[in-house]
């Protein structure tokens, strides 16, 4: 038999110990003149950039999360769950960036009751500790709307899918987003005069199809302009009309089948129903909106994208349609 051979990092069979120690002292702590002397990657010699020599556009984390405090139209608060990206550009010149910099400038904010406007000074915070001359800060978050019933009085809370995002640019502008996600049904106007025919001239009941749809709003809010969150949820029920309930008794579920009959709409008609609302508000510069109804006829989904046309701004280019499932 062979001798075994001692381990680097564990006992061996025949009881010798690992050769290199692994032990955790949980007593220790590191005084001012130990960090000190810690070593800082971000000192590496140029020659120790690896690939190519040149500047990166983003760089930073994504989806670390904490409560926060995001403050609402009426003057409240209500605290959720945030998921924040943290972005910033990197010089060719840079093999990278200290990352929890920018998680620990957030904190250094993490009391703050946050608004669309909270981000702003933030970016600002974090561009001067990582030296930097772009930087994006995205805050996602489930937000709780009450929503009545249509005919019984019932209330119950609808959640949104919503985003604050804000980008300085190394001209110093700084542009303010809001995001949001909107579920409706849409019932197919073509379905619908098909079902009537057929009762018409045959007496054969039908019923015409409809689905979950949903729309996707991102939004450039005007400078010195502001909208609230409540706000894009009301455009958007004041121009599509049907979102999806909460609470519902029979009388609900009878009055949501009126709804729907007195809105009937194909997903152009909800793109350019959006168009209306959003176009004709002042504090939105720009915007983008993407409809997707999942199709209860067909095996594959309707869609349609579409932008304000402000010169420079938004473009209607939007693939990622498989996020809209609801």
């Given amino acids: ?37 810690l070593p800082d990657i971000m000192d ?25 405090k995001i403050r609402t139209k009426k003057g409240g608060s209500l605290t959720l769950e945030t998921s924040v990206t943290g972005t910033v550009s990197l010089e060719a010149e840079l093999k990278g960036i200290n990352m929890s910099r920018i998680v620990r400038s957030f904190y250094d904010h993490k009391g703050e009751v946050f608004t669309g406007e909270s981000v702003g000074r933030i970016l600002r915070s974090y561009l001067r500790k990582v030296a930097s001359k772009d930087a994006r800060l995205k805050l996602e978050f489930s937000y709780p709307i009450l929503q009545k019933s249509l005919r019984s009085g019932l209330e119950g809370y609808q959640f949104y899918k919503a985003a604050f995002e804000g ?24 379905s619908a005069e098909l079902a009537e025919h057929a009762r018409d001239t045959r007496g054969v009941y039908g019923v015409p199809h409809s689905q979950r749809s949903k729309a996707r709003l991102t ?51 909800a793109a350019r129903l959006l168009y209306r609302e959003f176009d004709a508000d002042k504090r939105i510069r ?41």
């Avoid at 599509?240 to 009937?264: P, S, Y």
């Fill in 1 to 37: 038999m062979s001798k075994k051979q001692p381990m680097y990092l564990h006992e061996s069979a025949n009881g010798s110990l690992p050769m290199i120690p692994r032990a955790y002292d949980g007593r220790f702590r590191a005084s001012a003149k130990y960090r000190k002397s």
């Fill in 167 to 190: 980008v300085v640019t190394r001209s110093g502008d700084y542009r303010r987003f809001v995001h949001f996600d909107f579920v409706y049904s849409s019932a197919c106007p073509c």
């Fill in 286 to 326: 720009d915007f983008q909106i993407a409809c997707s109804h999942l199709e209860s006829l067909h095996s594959h989904d309707a869609v349609s994208v579409i932008c304000k046309g402000v010169k420079g701004g938004f473009t209607a280019d939007f693939m990622n349609f498989s996020s809209l499932v609801c």
């Fill in 219 to 269: 939004l450039e809010e005007a400078k010195g302009r502001k909208i609230w969150i409540e706000d894009v949820q009301a455009l958007c029920v004041k121009a599509l009309q049907t979102e999806t309930q909460v609470m519902v008794k029979r009388e609900d579920e009878q009055a949501f089948a009126e709804l729907n009959g007195a809105n009937l709409k194909f997903v152009e008609d």
């Fill in 44 to 68: 590496v010699a140029h020659n120790a950039i690896q690939g190519a020599h040149v500047p990166i556009q983003q760089v930073g984390v994504s989806n670390f999360k904490l409560p926060l």
